[in-house]
T-cell receptor
Framework: AQSVAQPEDQVNVAEGNPLTVKCTYS??????LFWYVQYPNRGLQFLLK??????LVKGSYGFEAEFNKSQTSFHLKKPSALVSDSALYFC??????????FGKGTRLSVIA | KAGVTQTPRYLIKTRGQQVTLSCSPI?????VSWYQQTPGQGLQFLFE???????NKGNFPGRFSGRQFSNSRSEMNVSTLELGDSALYLC????????????????FGPGTRLTVT
């Protein structure tokens, strides 16, 4: 079965420090992986995607994600966190021509 | 380009009533998907439409239905509302939903917050 796991409900990081939001996946076949961010009372905003090619994917707002096939992971990273990065982050998997499968979400809190 | 729009943004209904939510995708996008977001269940897929045809359906009861029009606008309907239907309903559009073209990201609207009392 196709699934996405975000093992941390909450991540706290100090402003200026690097941040990592973890995501692991399970899929048969090639994974199409996505990260989305949701601010309060808003829809989801696309950050980045991995389809094929370089394992390090760069996205919006300085975020990047590293695809690791052997560890079936797609962790979201940012070198220097901002208070404005505080939001709910979702990892998602698209297994072929089927709907997106979302993780439960990780709430990121960046403390000034 | 204008983003995905959803109307209304907020809605309060009573148990047993029905509701219709509307979604206008980004211009040129032919694929529209609907999701239900709740604190307990997270994001759950409802339906996906492409060129007026339902291509995928999530695990929801028959009270939940949808459709897509020739201009790609979509509506979803929930009949006989229950308290548990209170949620944020998100619509997303994608540049294409054609078979074989599955790598495109989805663009989400702001959602409709439905409260059932």
């Amino acid at each position: 079965a196709q699934s996405v796991a975000q093992p941390e409900d909450q991540v706290n990081v100090a402003e200026g420090n690097p941040l990592t939001v973890k995501c692991t996946y399970s899929v048969s076949g090639n994974p199409y992986l996505f990260w989305y961010v949701q601010y309060p009372n808003r829809g989801l905003q696309f950050l980045l995607k991995y389809i094929t090619g370089d394992n390090l994917v760069k996205g919006s707002y300085g975020f990047e994600a590293e695809f690791n096939k052997s560890q079936t992971s797609f962790h979201l990273k940012k070198p220097s966190a901002l208070v404005s990065d505080s939001a709910l982050y979702f990892c998602a998997l698209k297994p072929g021509n089927t709907p997106l499968v979302f993780g439960k979400g990780t709430r990121l809190s960046v403390i000034a | 380009k204008a983003g995905v729009t959803q109307t209304p943004r907020y809605l309060i209904k009573t148990r047993g009533q029905q509701v219709t939510l509307s979604c206008s995708p980004i211009s040129g996008h032919r694929s529209v998907s609907w999701y239900q977001q709740t604190p307990g269940q997270g994001l759950q897929f409802l339906f996906e439409y492409f060129s007026e045809t339902q291509r995928n359906k999530g695990n929801f009861p028959g009270r939940f239905s949808g459709r897509q029009f020739s201009n790609s606008r979509s509506e979803m309907n929930v009949s006989t509302l229950e308290l548990g239907d209170s949620a944020l309903y998100l619509c997303a559009s994608s540049p294409t939903g054609a078979v074989g073209k599955t790598s495109y990201e989805q663009y989400f609207g702001p959602g409709t917050r439905l409260t059932v009392t």
